[in-house]
């Protein structure tokens, strides 16, 4: 049995090895290439064949932009995270305590030292944008997610 998984491993590296000498001589070729041949080069194959590489990349990049306007409407509540408290831990406490009113001293001590640390979850977007800016006025580095 195991004579057979070597054979059909040693089979499998062989097609593999000839799947790699098929093109690498073609592949050697095209690397030598400057970048003004290599122009050339896609613009007879693009009326050859009549086909144009730009017209793929331009749907990817309508559906990749898409795609990203689409999360930016959807996303409306944002997750505050506390990356680091940076220099003047002091200044971030009172800002976490002016952020959320509830937190006592030490859990906002606790808070800032604990970086990275969320400080709001599934917050509105205008709250959270305030949070991050009174939290990188007092000296902290804020992530919104």
Excluded at 99 to 112: M, P, S
Aim: proline residues 2%.
């Amino acid at each position: 049995m195991a004579e057979e998984k070597k054979e059909e491993v040693t089979s499998q590296e062989k097609t593999e090895e000839k799947k790699e000498s098929k093109f690498s001589a073609l592949i050697e070729q095209i690397e030598k290439l400057s970048v003004a041949d290599l122009a050339d080069l896609v613009k007879e194959l693009e009326e050859r064949f009549g086909v144009s590489a730009a017209a793929p990349v331009a749907v990817a990049g309508a559906v990749a932009g898409g795609g990203e306007a689409s999360t930016e409407e959807e996303k409306s509540s944002y997750t505050v995270v506390l990356a680091s408290s940076g220099d003047q831990k002091i200044a971030v406490i009172k800002a976490l305590r002016e952020i959320n009113q509830q937190l006592g001293l030490k859990e906002a001590k606790d808070l800032a030292e604990g970086a990275p640390k969320e400080i709001l979850k599934d917050a509105p977007k205008e709250e959270a944008e305030e949070a991050k800016k009174k939290l990188e006025a007092a000296g902290a580095t804020v992530e919104l997610k």
